[in-house]
């Protein structure tokens, strides 16, 4: 019988201050990162997915990171390819012999390595995707909701290539298992008073606003990423590429991002409550519970 592998989990909503949590562990347990968050894969979208690189050093020691500025924005990049980086990189932390820390708040991602999804390789060359690369958005979405009446993934909705992608996937019986049977994870969410955790949000946001991140959306028009693509990518990127089109003013724009980050906060916390309804459990502590995280890793890895 093969001996388990033992990852440890962070997750909890934007704005709770994962990351440092994170590294202040994986410097004691001799551990090294590997990122679930959808959009800090992309290179040059720093301040809006909030890499904070610099959180990633902790006394003089820079702990090493996986998964974070992967692919340039106007690549694809998907939950399948998610899995596949994140076993691969999961293979590299074990080779250096160090723990593993799955950290991040895209509960899809984190979902698809804790409950082992099984998921198809797409055929971007196929006959199949040809045919439907021919129909409306309308017409394929209405393709896929007869196929799957219960999608939770609405993102799928927005983009006629992934929708595309989910019908395939929907059609298809092959899966390609990526998963480890023998991984063992121990999960610790991080949470935050409601009140607390808004005033957080909305101080973060007027920090990264002074420290650039519209001019990092600038930059990004720049380099040829439109504005179609940006609003795909929402929150920071959405409302901040309204404001350079005029569609909003600065207040109007601010205003309505840190509302928008809060309702995004509030559907993290709903999908980590679906994951703990199917079984996971979820030790759940504040920021700044960090010896009890010691006690739960101590007793998890021994």
Request: aromatic share 10%; charged share 25%; net charge positive.
């Amino acid at each position: 019988m093969n001996k388990s592998k033992k990852v440890i989990v962070i997750l909890g909503p934007t704005a709770v201050g994962k990351t440092k949590f994170a590294v202040n562990l994986a410097n004691k347990f001799n551990g090294e990162i590997i990122s679930a968050d959808s959009r800090q894969v992309y290179i040059g979208m720093d301040i809006g997915t909030g890499k904070d690189l610099s959180d990633y050093t902790f006394q003089n020691r820079t702990i090493k990171t996986h998964l974070i500025d992967v692919v340039k924005p106007n690549c694809e990049f998907n939950l399948y390819i998610f899995q596949k980086l994140f076993y691969n990189s999961l293979n590299e932390v074990y080779l250096n012999q160090k723990l593993p820390f799955l950290v991040g708040g895209t509960g899809l991602y984190l979902s698809s390595i804790i409950q082992k999804y099984k998921l198809p390789q797409i055929d971007i060359n196929s006959d199949r995707h040809k045919v439907l690369n021919n129909f409306s958005n309308e017409k394929l979405i209405e393709i896929l909701l007869d196929l799957n009446p219960k999608l939770h993934n609405t993102t799928d909705l927005k983009d006629k290539t992934r929708i595309i992608n989910a019908i395939l996937i929907a059609e298809t019986n092959e899966d390609n298992d990526l998963s480890d049977e023998n991984l063992e994870f121990l999960v610790l969410g991080i949470y935050e008073n409601r009140e607390i955790h808004k005033q957080k949000i909305r101080e973060r946001l007027k920090i990264r606003l002074k420290s650039g991140m519209i001019e990092e959306v600038e930059n990004l028009v720049q380099s040829r990423i439109s504005h179609e693509k940006l609003r795909f990518f929402g929150l920071e990127y959405k409302f901040v590429s309204q404001y350079l089109t005029g569609e909003l003013n600065y207040n109007d724009m601010q205003q309505k991002l840190a509302s928008s980050i809060i309702q995004f906060s509030k559907r993290q916390m709903t999908w980590f409550r679906k994951m703990e309804k199917e079984g996971i459990i979820i030790n759940w502590l504040k920021n700044n519970e960090i010896e009890k995280a010691e006690n739960l890793i101590i007793n998890f890895i021994k």
